[in-house]
């Protein structure tokens, strides 16, 4: 049997149906990006070609590695995977829109922060085109609800037959706090058009810190959400809640570390990298996951 393609539009068209996911997909043509890095400054590049081996690949040199949970070096401000930092972008756009097959080759330290979101990705991988591969997609659920907690954040996850998302976020200034919560059921089309545009989030004052100490060299109001200290931002919002979507974001990408698609229902509490890449490990080290064979696109 050939591979199956789809057109950039046919993969947001609501009559996609789910048994489309039930095996692998990678992109037709490859996609690559050239920009800055948002914690070096420097000029970075990165591509995403197509791979007839299922799974996320890292091209180190003349090595292919598996993306996974154990390649993670760093989560403090971004998630660092093997040698490259800030990857999570780039991984979210191809789990949002539900591939599972591609090799990553970056050509510098980090990814290029591009707008600070995925949509970039999200616009190069449709314009490119979809296509299916002929392996089943791994796809696990729970084998039983599952909590952890660490002060005030928290993650609840559930058996499910689709991804359900339910992400709040909370940080608290002197005169200012920050409460938002958004709840979303992925679909190719709904991460398109709800989150993929969501871009990286920080306060003023703590970016400003960051540049101070030799951090988020290539960090801007082109590159993020920049958030004022007593509410309101210094550049215009696409959301009101576009924080906390771009958390969503994060976890998307983050899941890929997984090795296969989750169907769950998590209730992340103010959640991060660090959170996200704990939770899969640990899924994975207590040996929660089971196997199945299908998942459920929402609505």
């Known amino acids: 049997m050939s591979p199956t393609e789809l057109s950039p539009l046919s993969v947001l068209d609501s009559s996609l149906t789910f048994p489309d996911f039930h095996q692998d997909w990678t992109l037709t043509n490859s996609v ?16 995403l070609h ?38 999570e972008h780039a991984l979210a756009a191809l789990n949002g829109l539900g591939l599972s097959a591609a090799l990553i080759e970056p050509e ?7 707008d600070g979101s995925s949509a970039p990705w999200v616009e190069a991988i449709l314009a490119g085109g979809i296509t299916a591969l002929n392996s089943p997609r791994q796809i696990y659920t729970l084998k039983s ?3 952890w907690q660490q002060g005030e954040i928290s993650i609840s ?31 190719p089309q709904g991460f ?20 101070a100490a030799g951090l988020a060299k290539g960090g801007s109001l082109a590159t993020s959400l920049v958030l004022i200290e007593t509410g309101g931002s210094l550049n215009p919002a696409r ?12 976890c998307l990408g983050d899941m890929v570390l997984l090795g296969g698609w989750l169907n769950a229902r998590l209730s992340i509490r103010r959640g991060g990298h660090t959170a996200h890449v704990t ?10 996951l089971a196997p199945v064979s299908g998942m459920r696109l929402a609505k």
């Not at 690559?32 to 591509?47: D, M, N, W």
């Not at 058996?159 to 976020?169: H, K, T, V």
């Not at 398109?192 to 540049?211: G, K, N, T, Y």
């Open 192 to 211: 398109a058009e709800e989150i993929a545009a969501a871009r990286s989030f920080a306060f003023e004052r703590d970016a400003a810190a960051l540049q």
């Open 108 to 114: 510098g330290p980090e990814a290029p922060i591009l």
């Open 279 to 288: 939770m899969v490990k640990t899924l994975q080290d207590q040996a929660l």
């Open 50 to 87: 197509p791979s007839e081996k299922p799974g996320f690949w890292l091209r180190d040199g003349n090595q292919h590695q598996l993306i996974s949970a154990d390649m993670v070096r760093d989560t403090r401000f971004s998630t660092t995977v093997g040698s490259v930092m800030t990857i």
């Open 157 to 187: 996850a559930e058996p499910a037959d689709q991804l359900e998302i339910d992400y709040s976020i909370d940080f608290e200034r002197e005169h200012y706090r920050l409460e938002q919560q958004r709840q979303f059921n992925w679909s």
């Open 145 to 147: 609800p599952w909590h």
């Open 32 to 47: 690559s990006f050239t920009g800055i890095g948002v914690h070096t400054g420097q000029a970075v590049r990165l591509s």
């Open 239 to 250: 959301w009101p809640d576009e924080p906390v979507r771009h958390k969503i974001l994060d």
